[in-house]
């Protein structure tokens, strides 16, 4: 990718680019790549805007065709639209903040006016989607800035060297003492199912109860393939799917997770958006800035640490919110599990600095369920005790 910001005469974008394409500005949110069965292949970039709305950017280097479009309401083409391309497309690679995997099929139509606007059509598996969409010229598309500075993309050891040597005469030399270790963290492991028996982490419980849940999609960190999230929206069937704040409650209730916050959206009340923290996970429940729907993204920290993308089709009041919250506190403690570089964090400079009063009623509920949950346990002889 180019270093220099400003058109470009060949269009590639990172993850958390910041972009200007048709006179507005918009945050590089995923990249989907697709090869059609003409042997064609283009990229489509999902953008988000400033109203946390998400366009799509489609970029065709070799046939110079560069279109931005947006979800269309109707599932026919206007009056004077005319077919122009039928066939399949063939989802090649993805990454950021996208719903299909490398594999996934969709027929497609695309139709064009004589005013250079296109209406596609895309028949996947389970859906059909149409969008209404506008040919750029390259001089209207700019990078502003770019999300993928300061060695974000994962690196790691690449290949045999001496280090095999050296591995194999350390197992030598301190085999033994390594099986006393494993042996020892087996029984440990053993210990902490028993302890923590019938207790359904946050996942677990999304996953269980389809008739308030239904999983969206899963993430991949762009810096880190390891590191997924899993995002999902309430249904707005049961009592409690309609608010972030009922969602959250709905949470701590059922979950024995040990919730070491959680913190509504005090700066901008009418966001509605709540993040809740545990030793290990990001929990992150928000509006659907497009359906208006309560979504859920259930990130590991690792993942929170490293991702420049915000949350799945949140608004950036919403992102905001989620920023802050991650960077005041869950940053300091992950910085020192993960360390320097591949952060964005390490640059970043919060909106708006989140202070020590807020409403404590939800950590507190959380707090009352899990010493319930331990108090029972050890009334019924579920404690692990050691020695005499």
Known sequence: MPAETGALKTMRFDIGDRIIAGQREFAVTGC??????????????????????TSWLSVDDAESEYILSETAGTRNPP??????????????GVSGAVDVEPGDEAECWDYEDSG????????WEDETECSLGTYLKPQQIRRISGGNAGGLRYQGWAGPGPLGGRVTQFLSEYGPTLRYFSALLIVVFMASLIFNSGKQDVNSYLDSNPDKYTRV?????PADNDARASV????????????????????VTNCTDEFTRIRKNDIDPDDGSVSMLTRGEYIFIYRDADAGSVL???EPRKYSYRSVPGPYHSSMTSERFYRAFYHHYAYPEDLSAYGRGGSPYESYSPVYELGSSYDHSLETKAASIRQGSINRRRSSGGAIHYGK
């Open 79 to 92: 009056p004077g639209f005319t077919i122009a391309w039928q066939g399949t497309e063939r989802v090649t």
């Open 217 to 221: 999609t899963s993430l991949t960190s």
């Open 296 to 298: 859920v993204e259930v």
């Open 32 to 53: 989907i790549s697709y090869r059609g069965n003409d042997g064609s292949s283009w990229d489509e970039y999902a953008l988000r805007g400033v109203s946390g709305m």
């Open 116 to 123: 250079n606007r296109v209406f596609s059509v895309e028949r």
């Open 232 to 251: 999902y929206k309430s249904a707005a069937g049961w009592a409690g799917g309609g608010s972030p704040h009922a969602v959250a409650d709905d949470i």
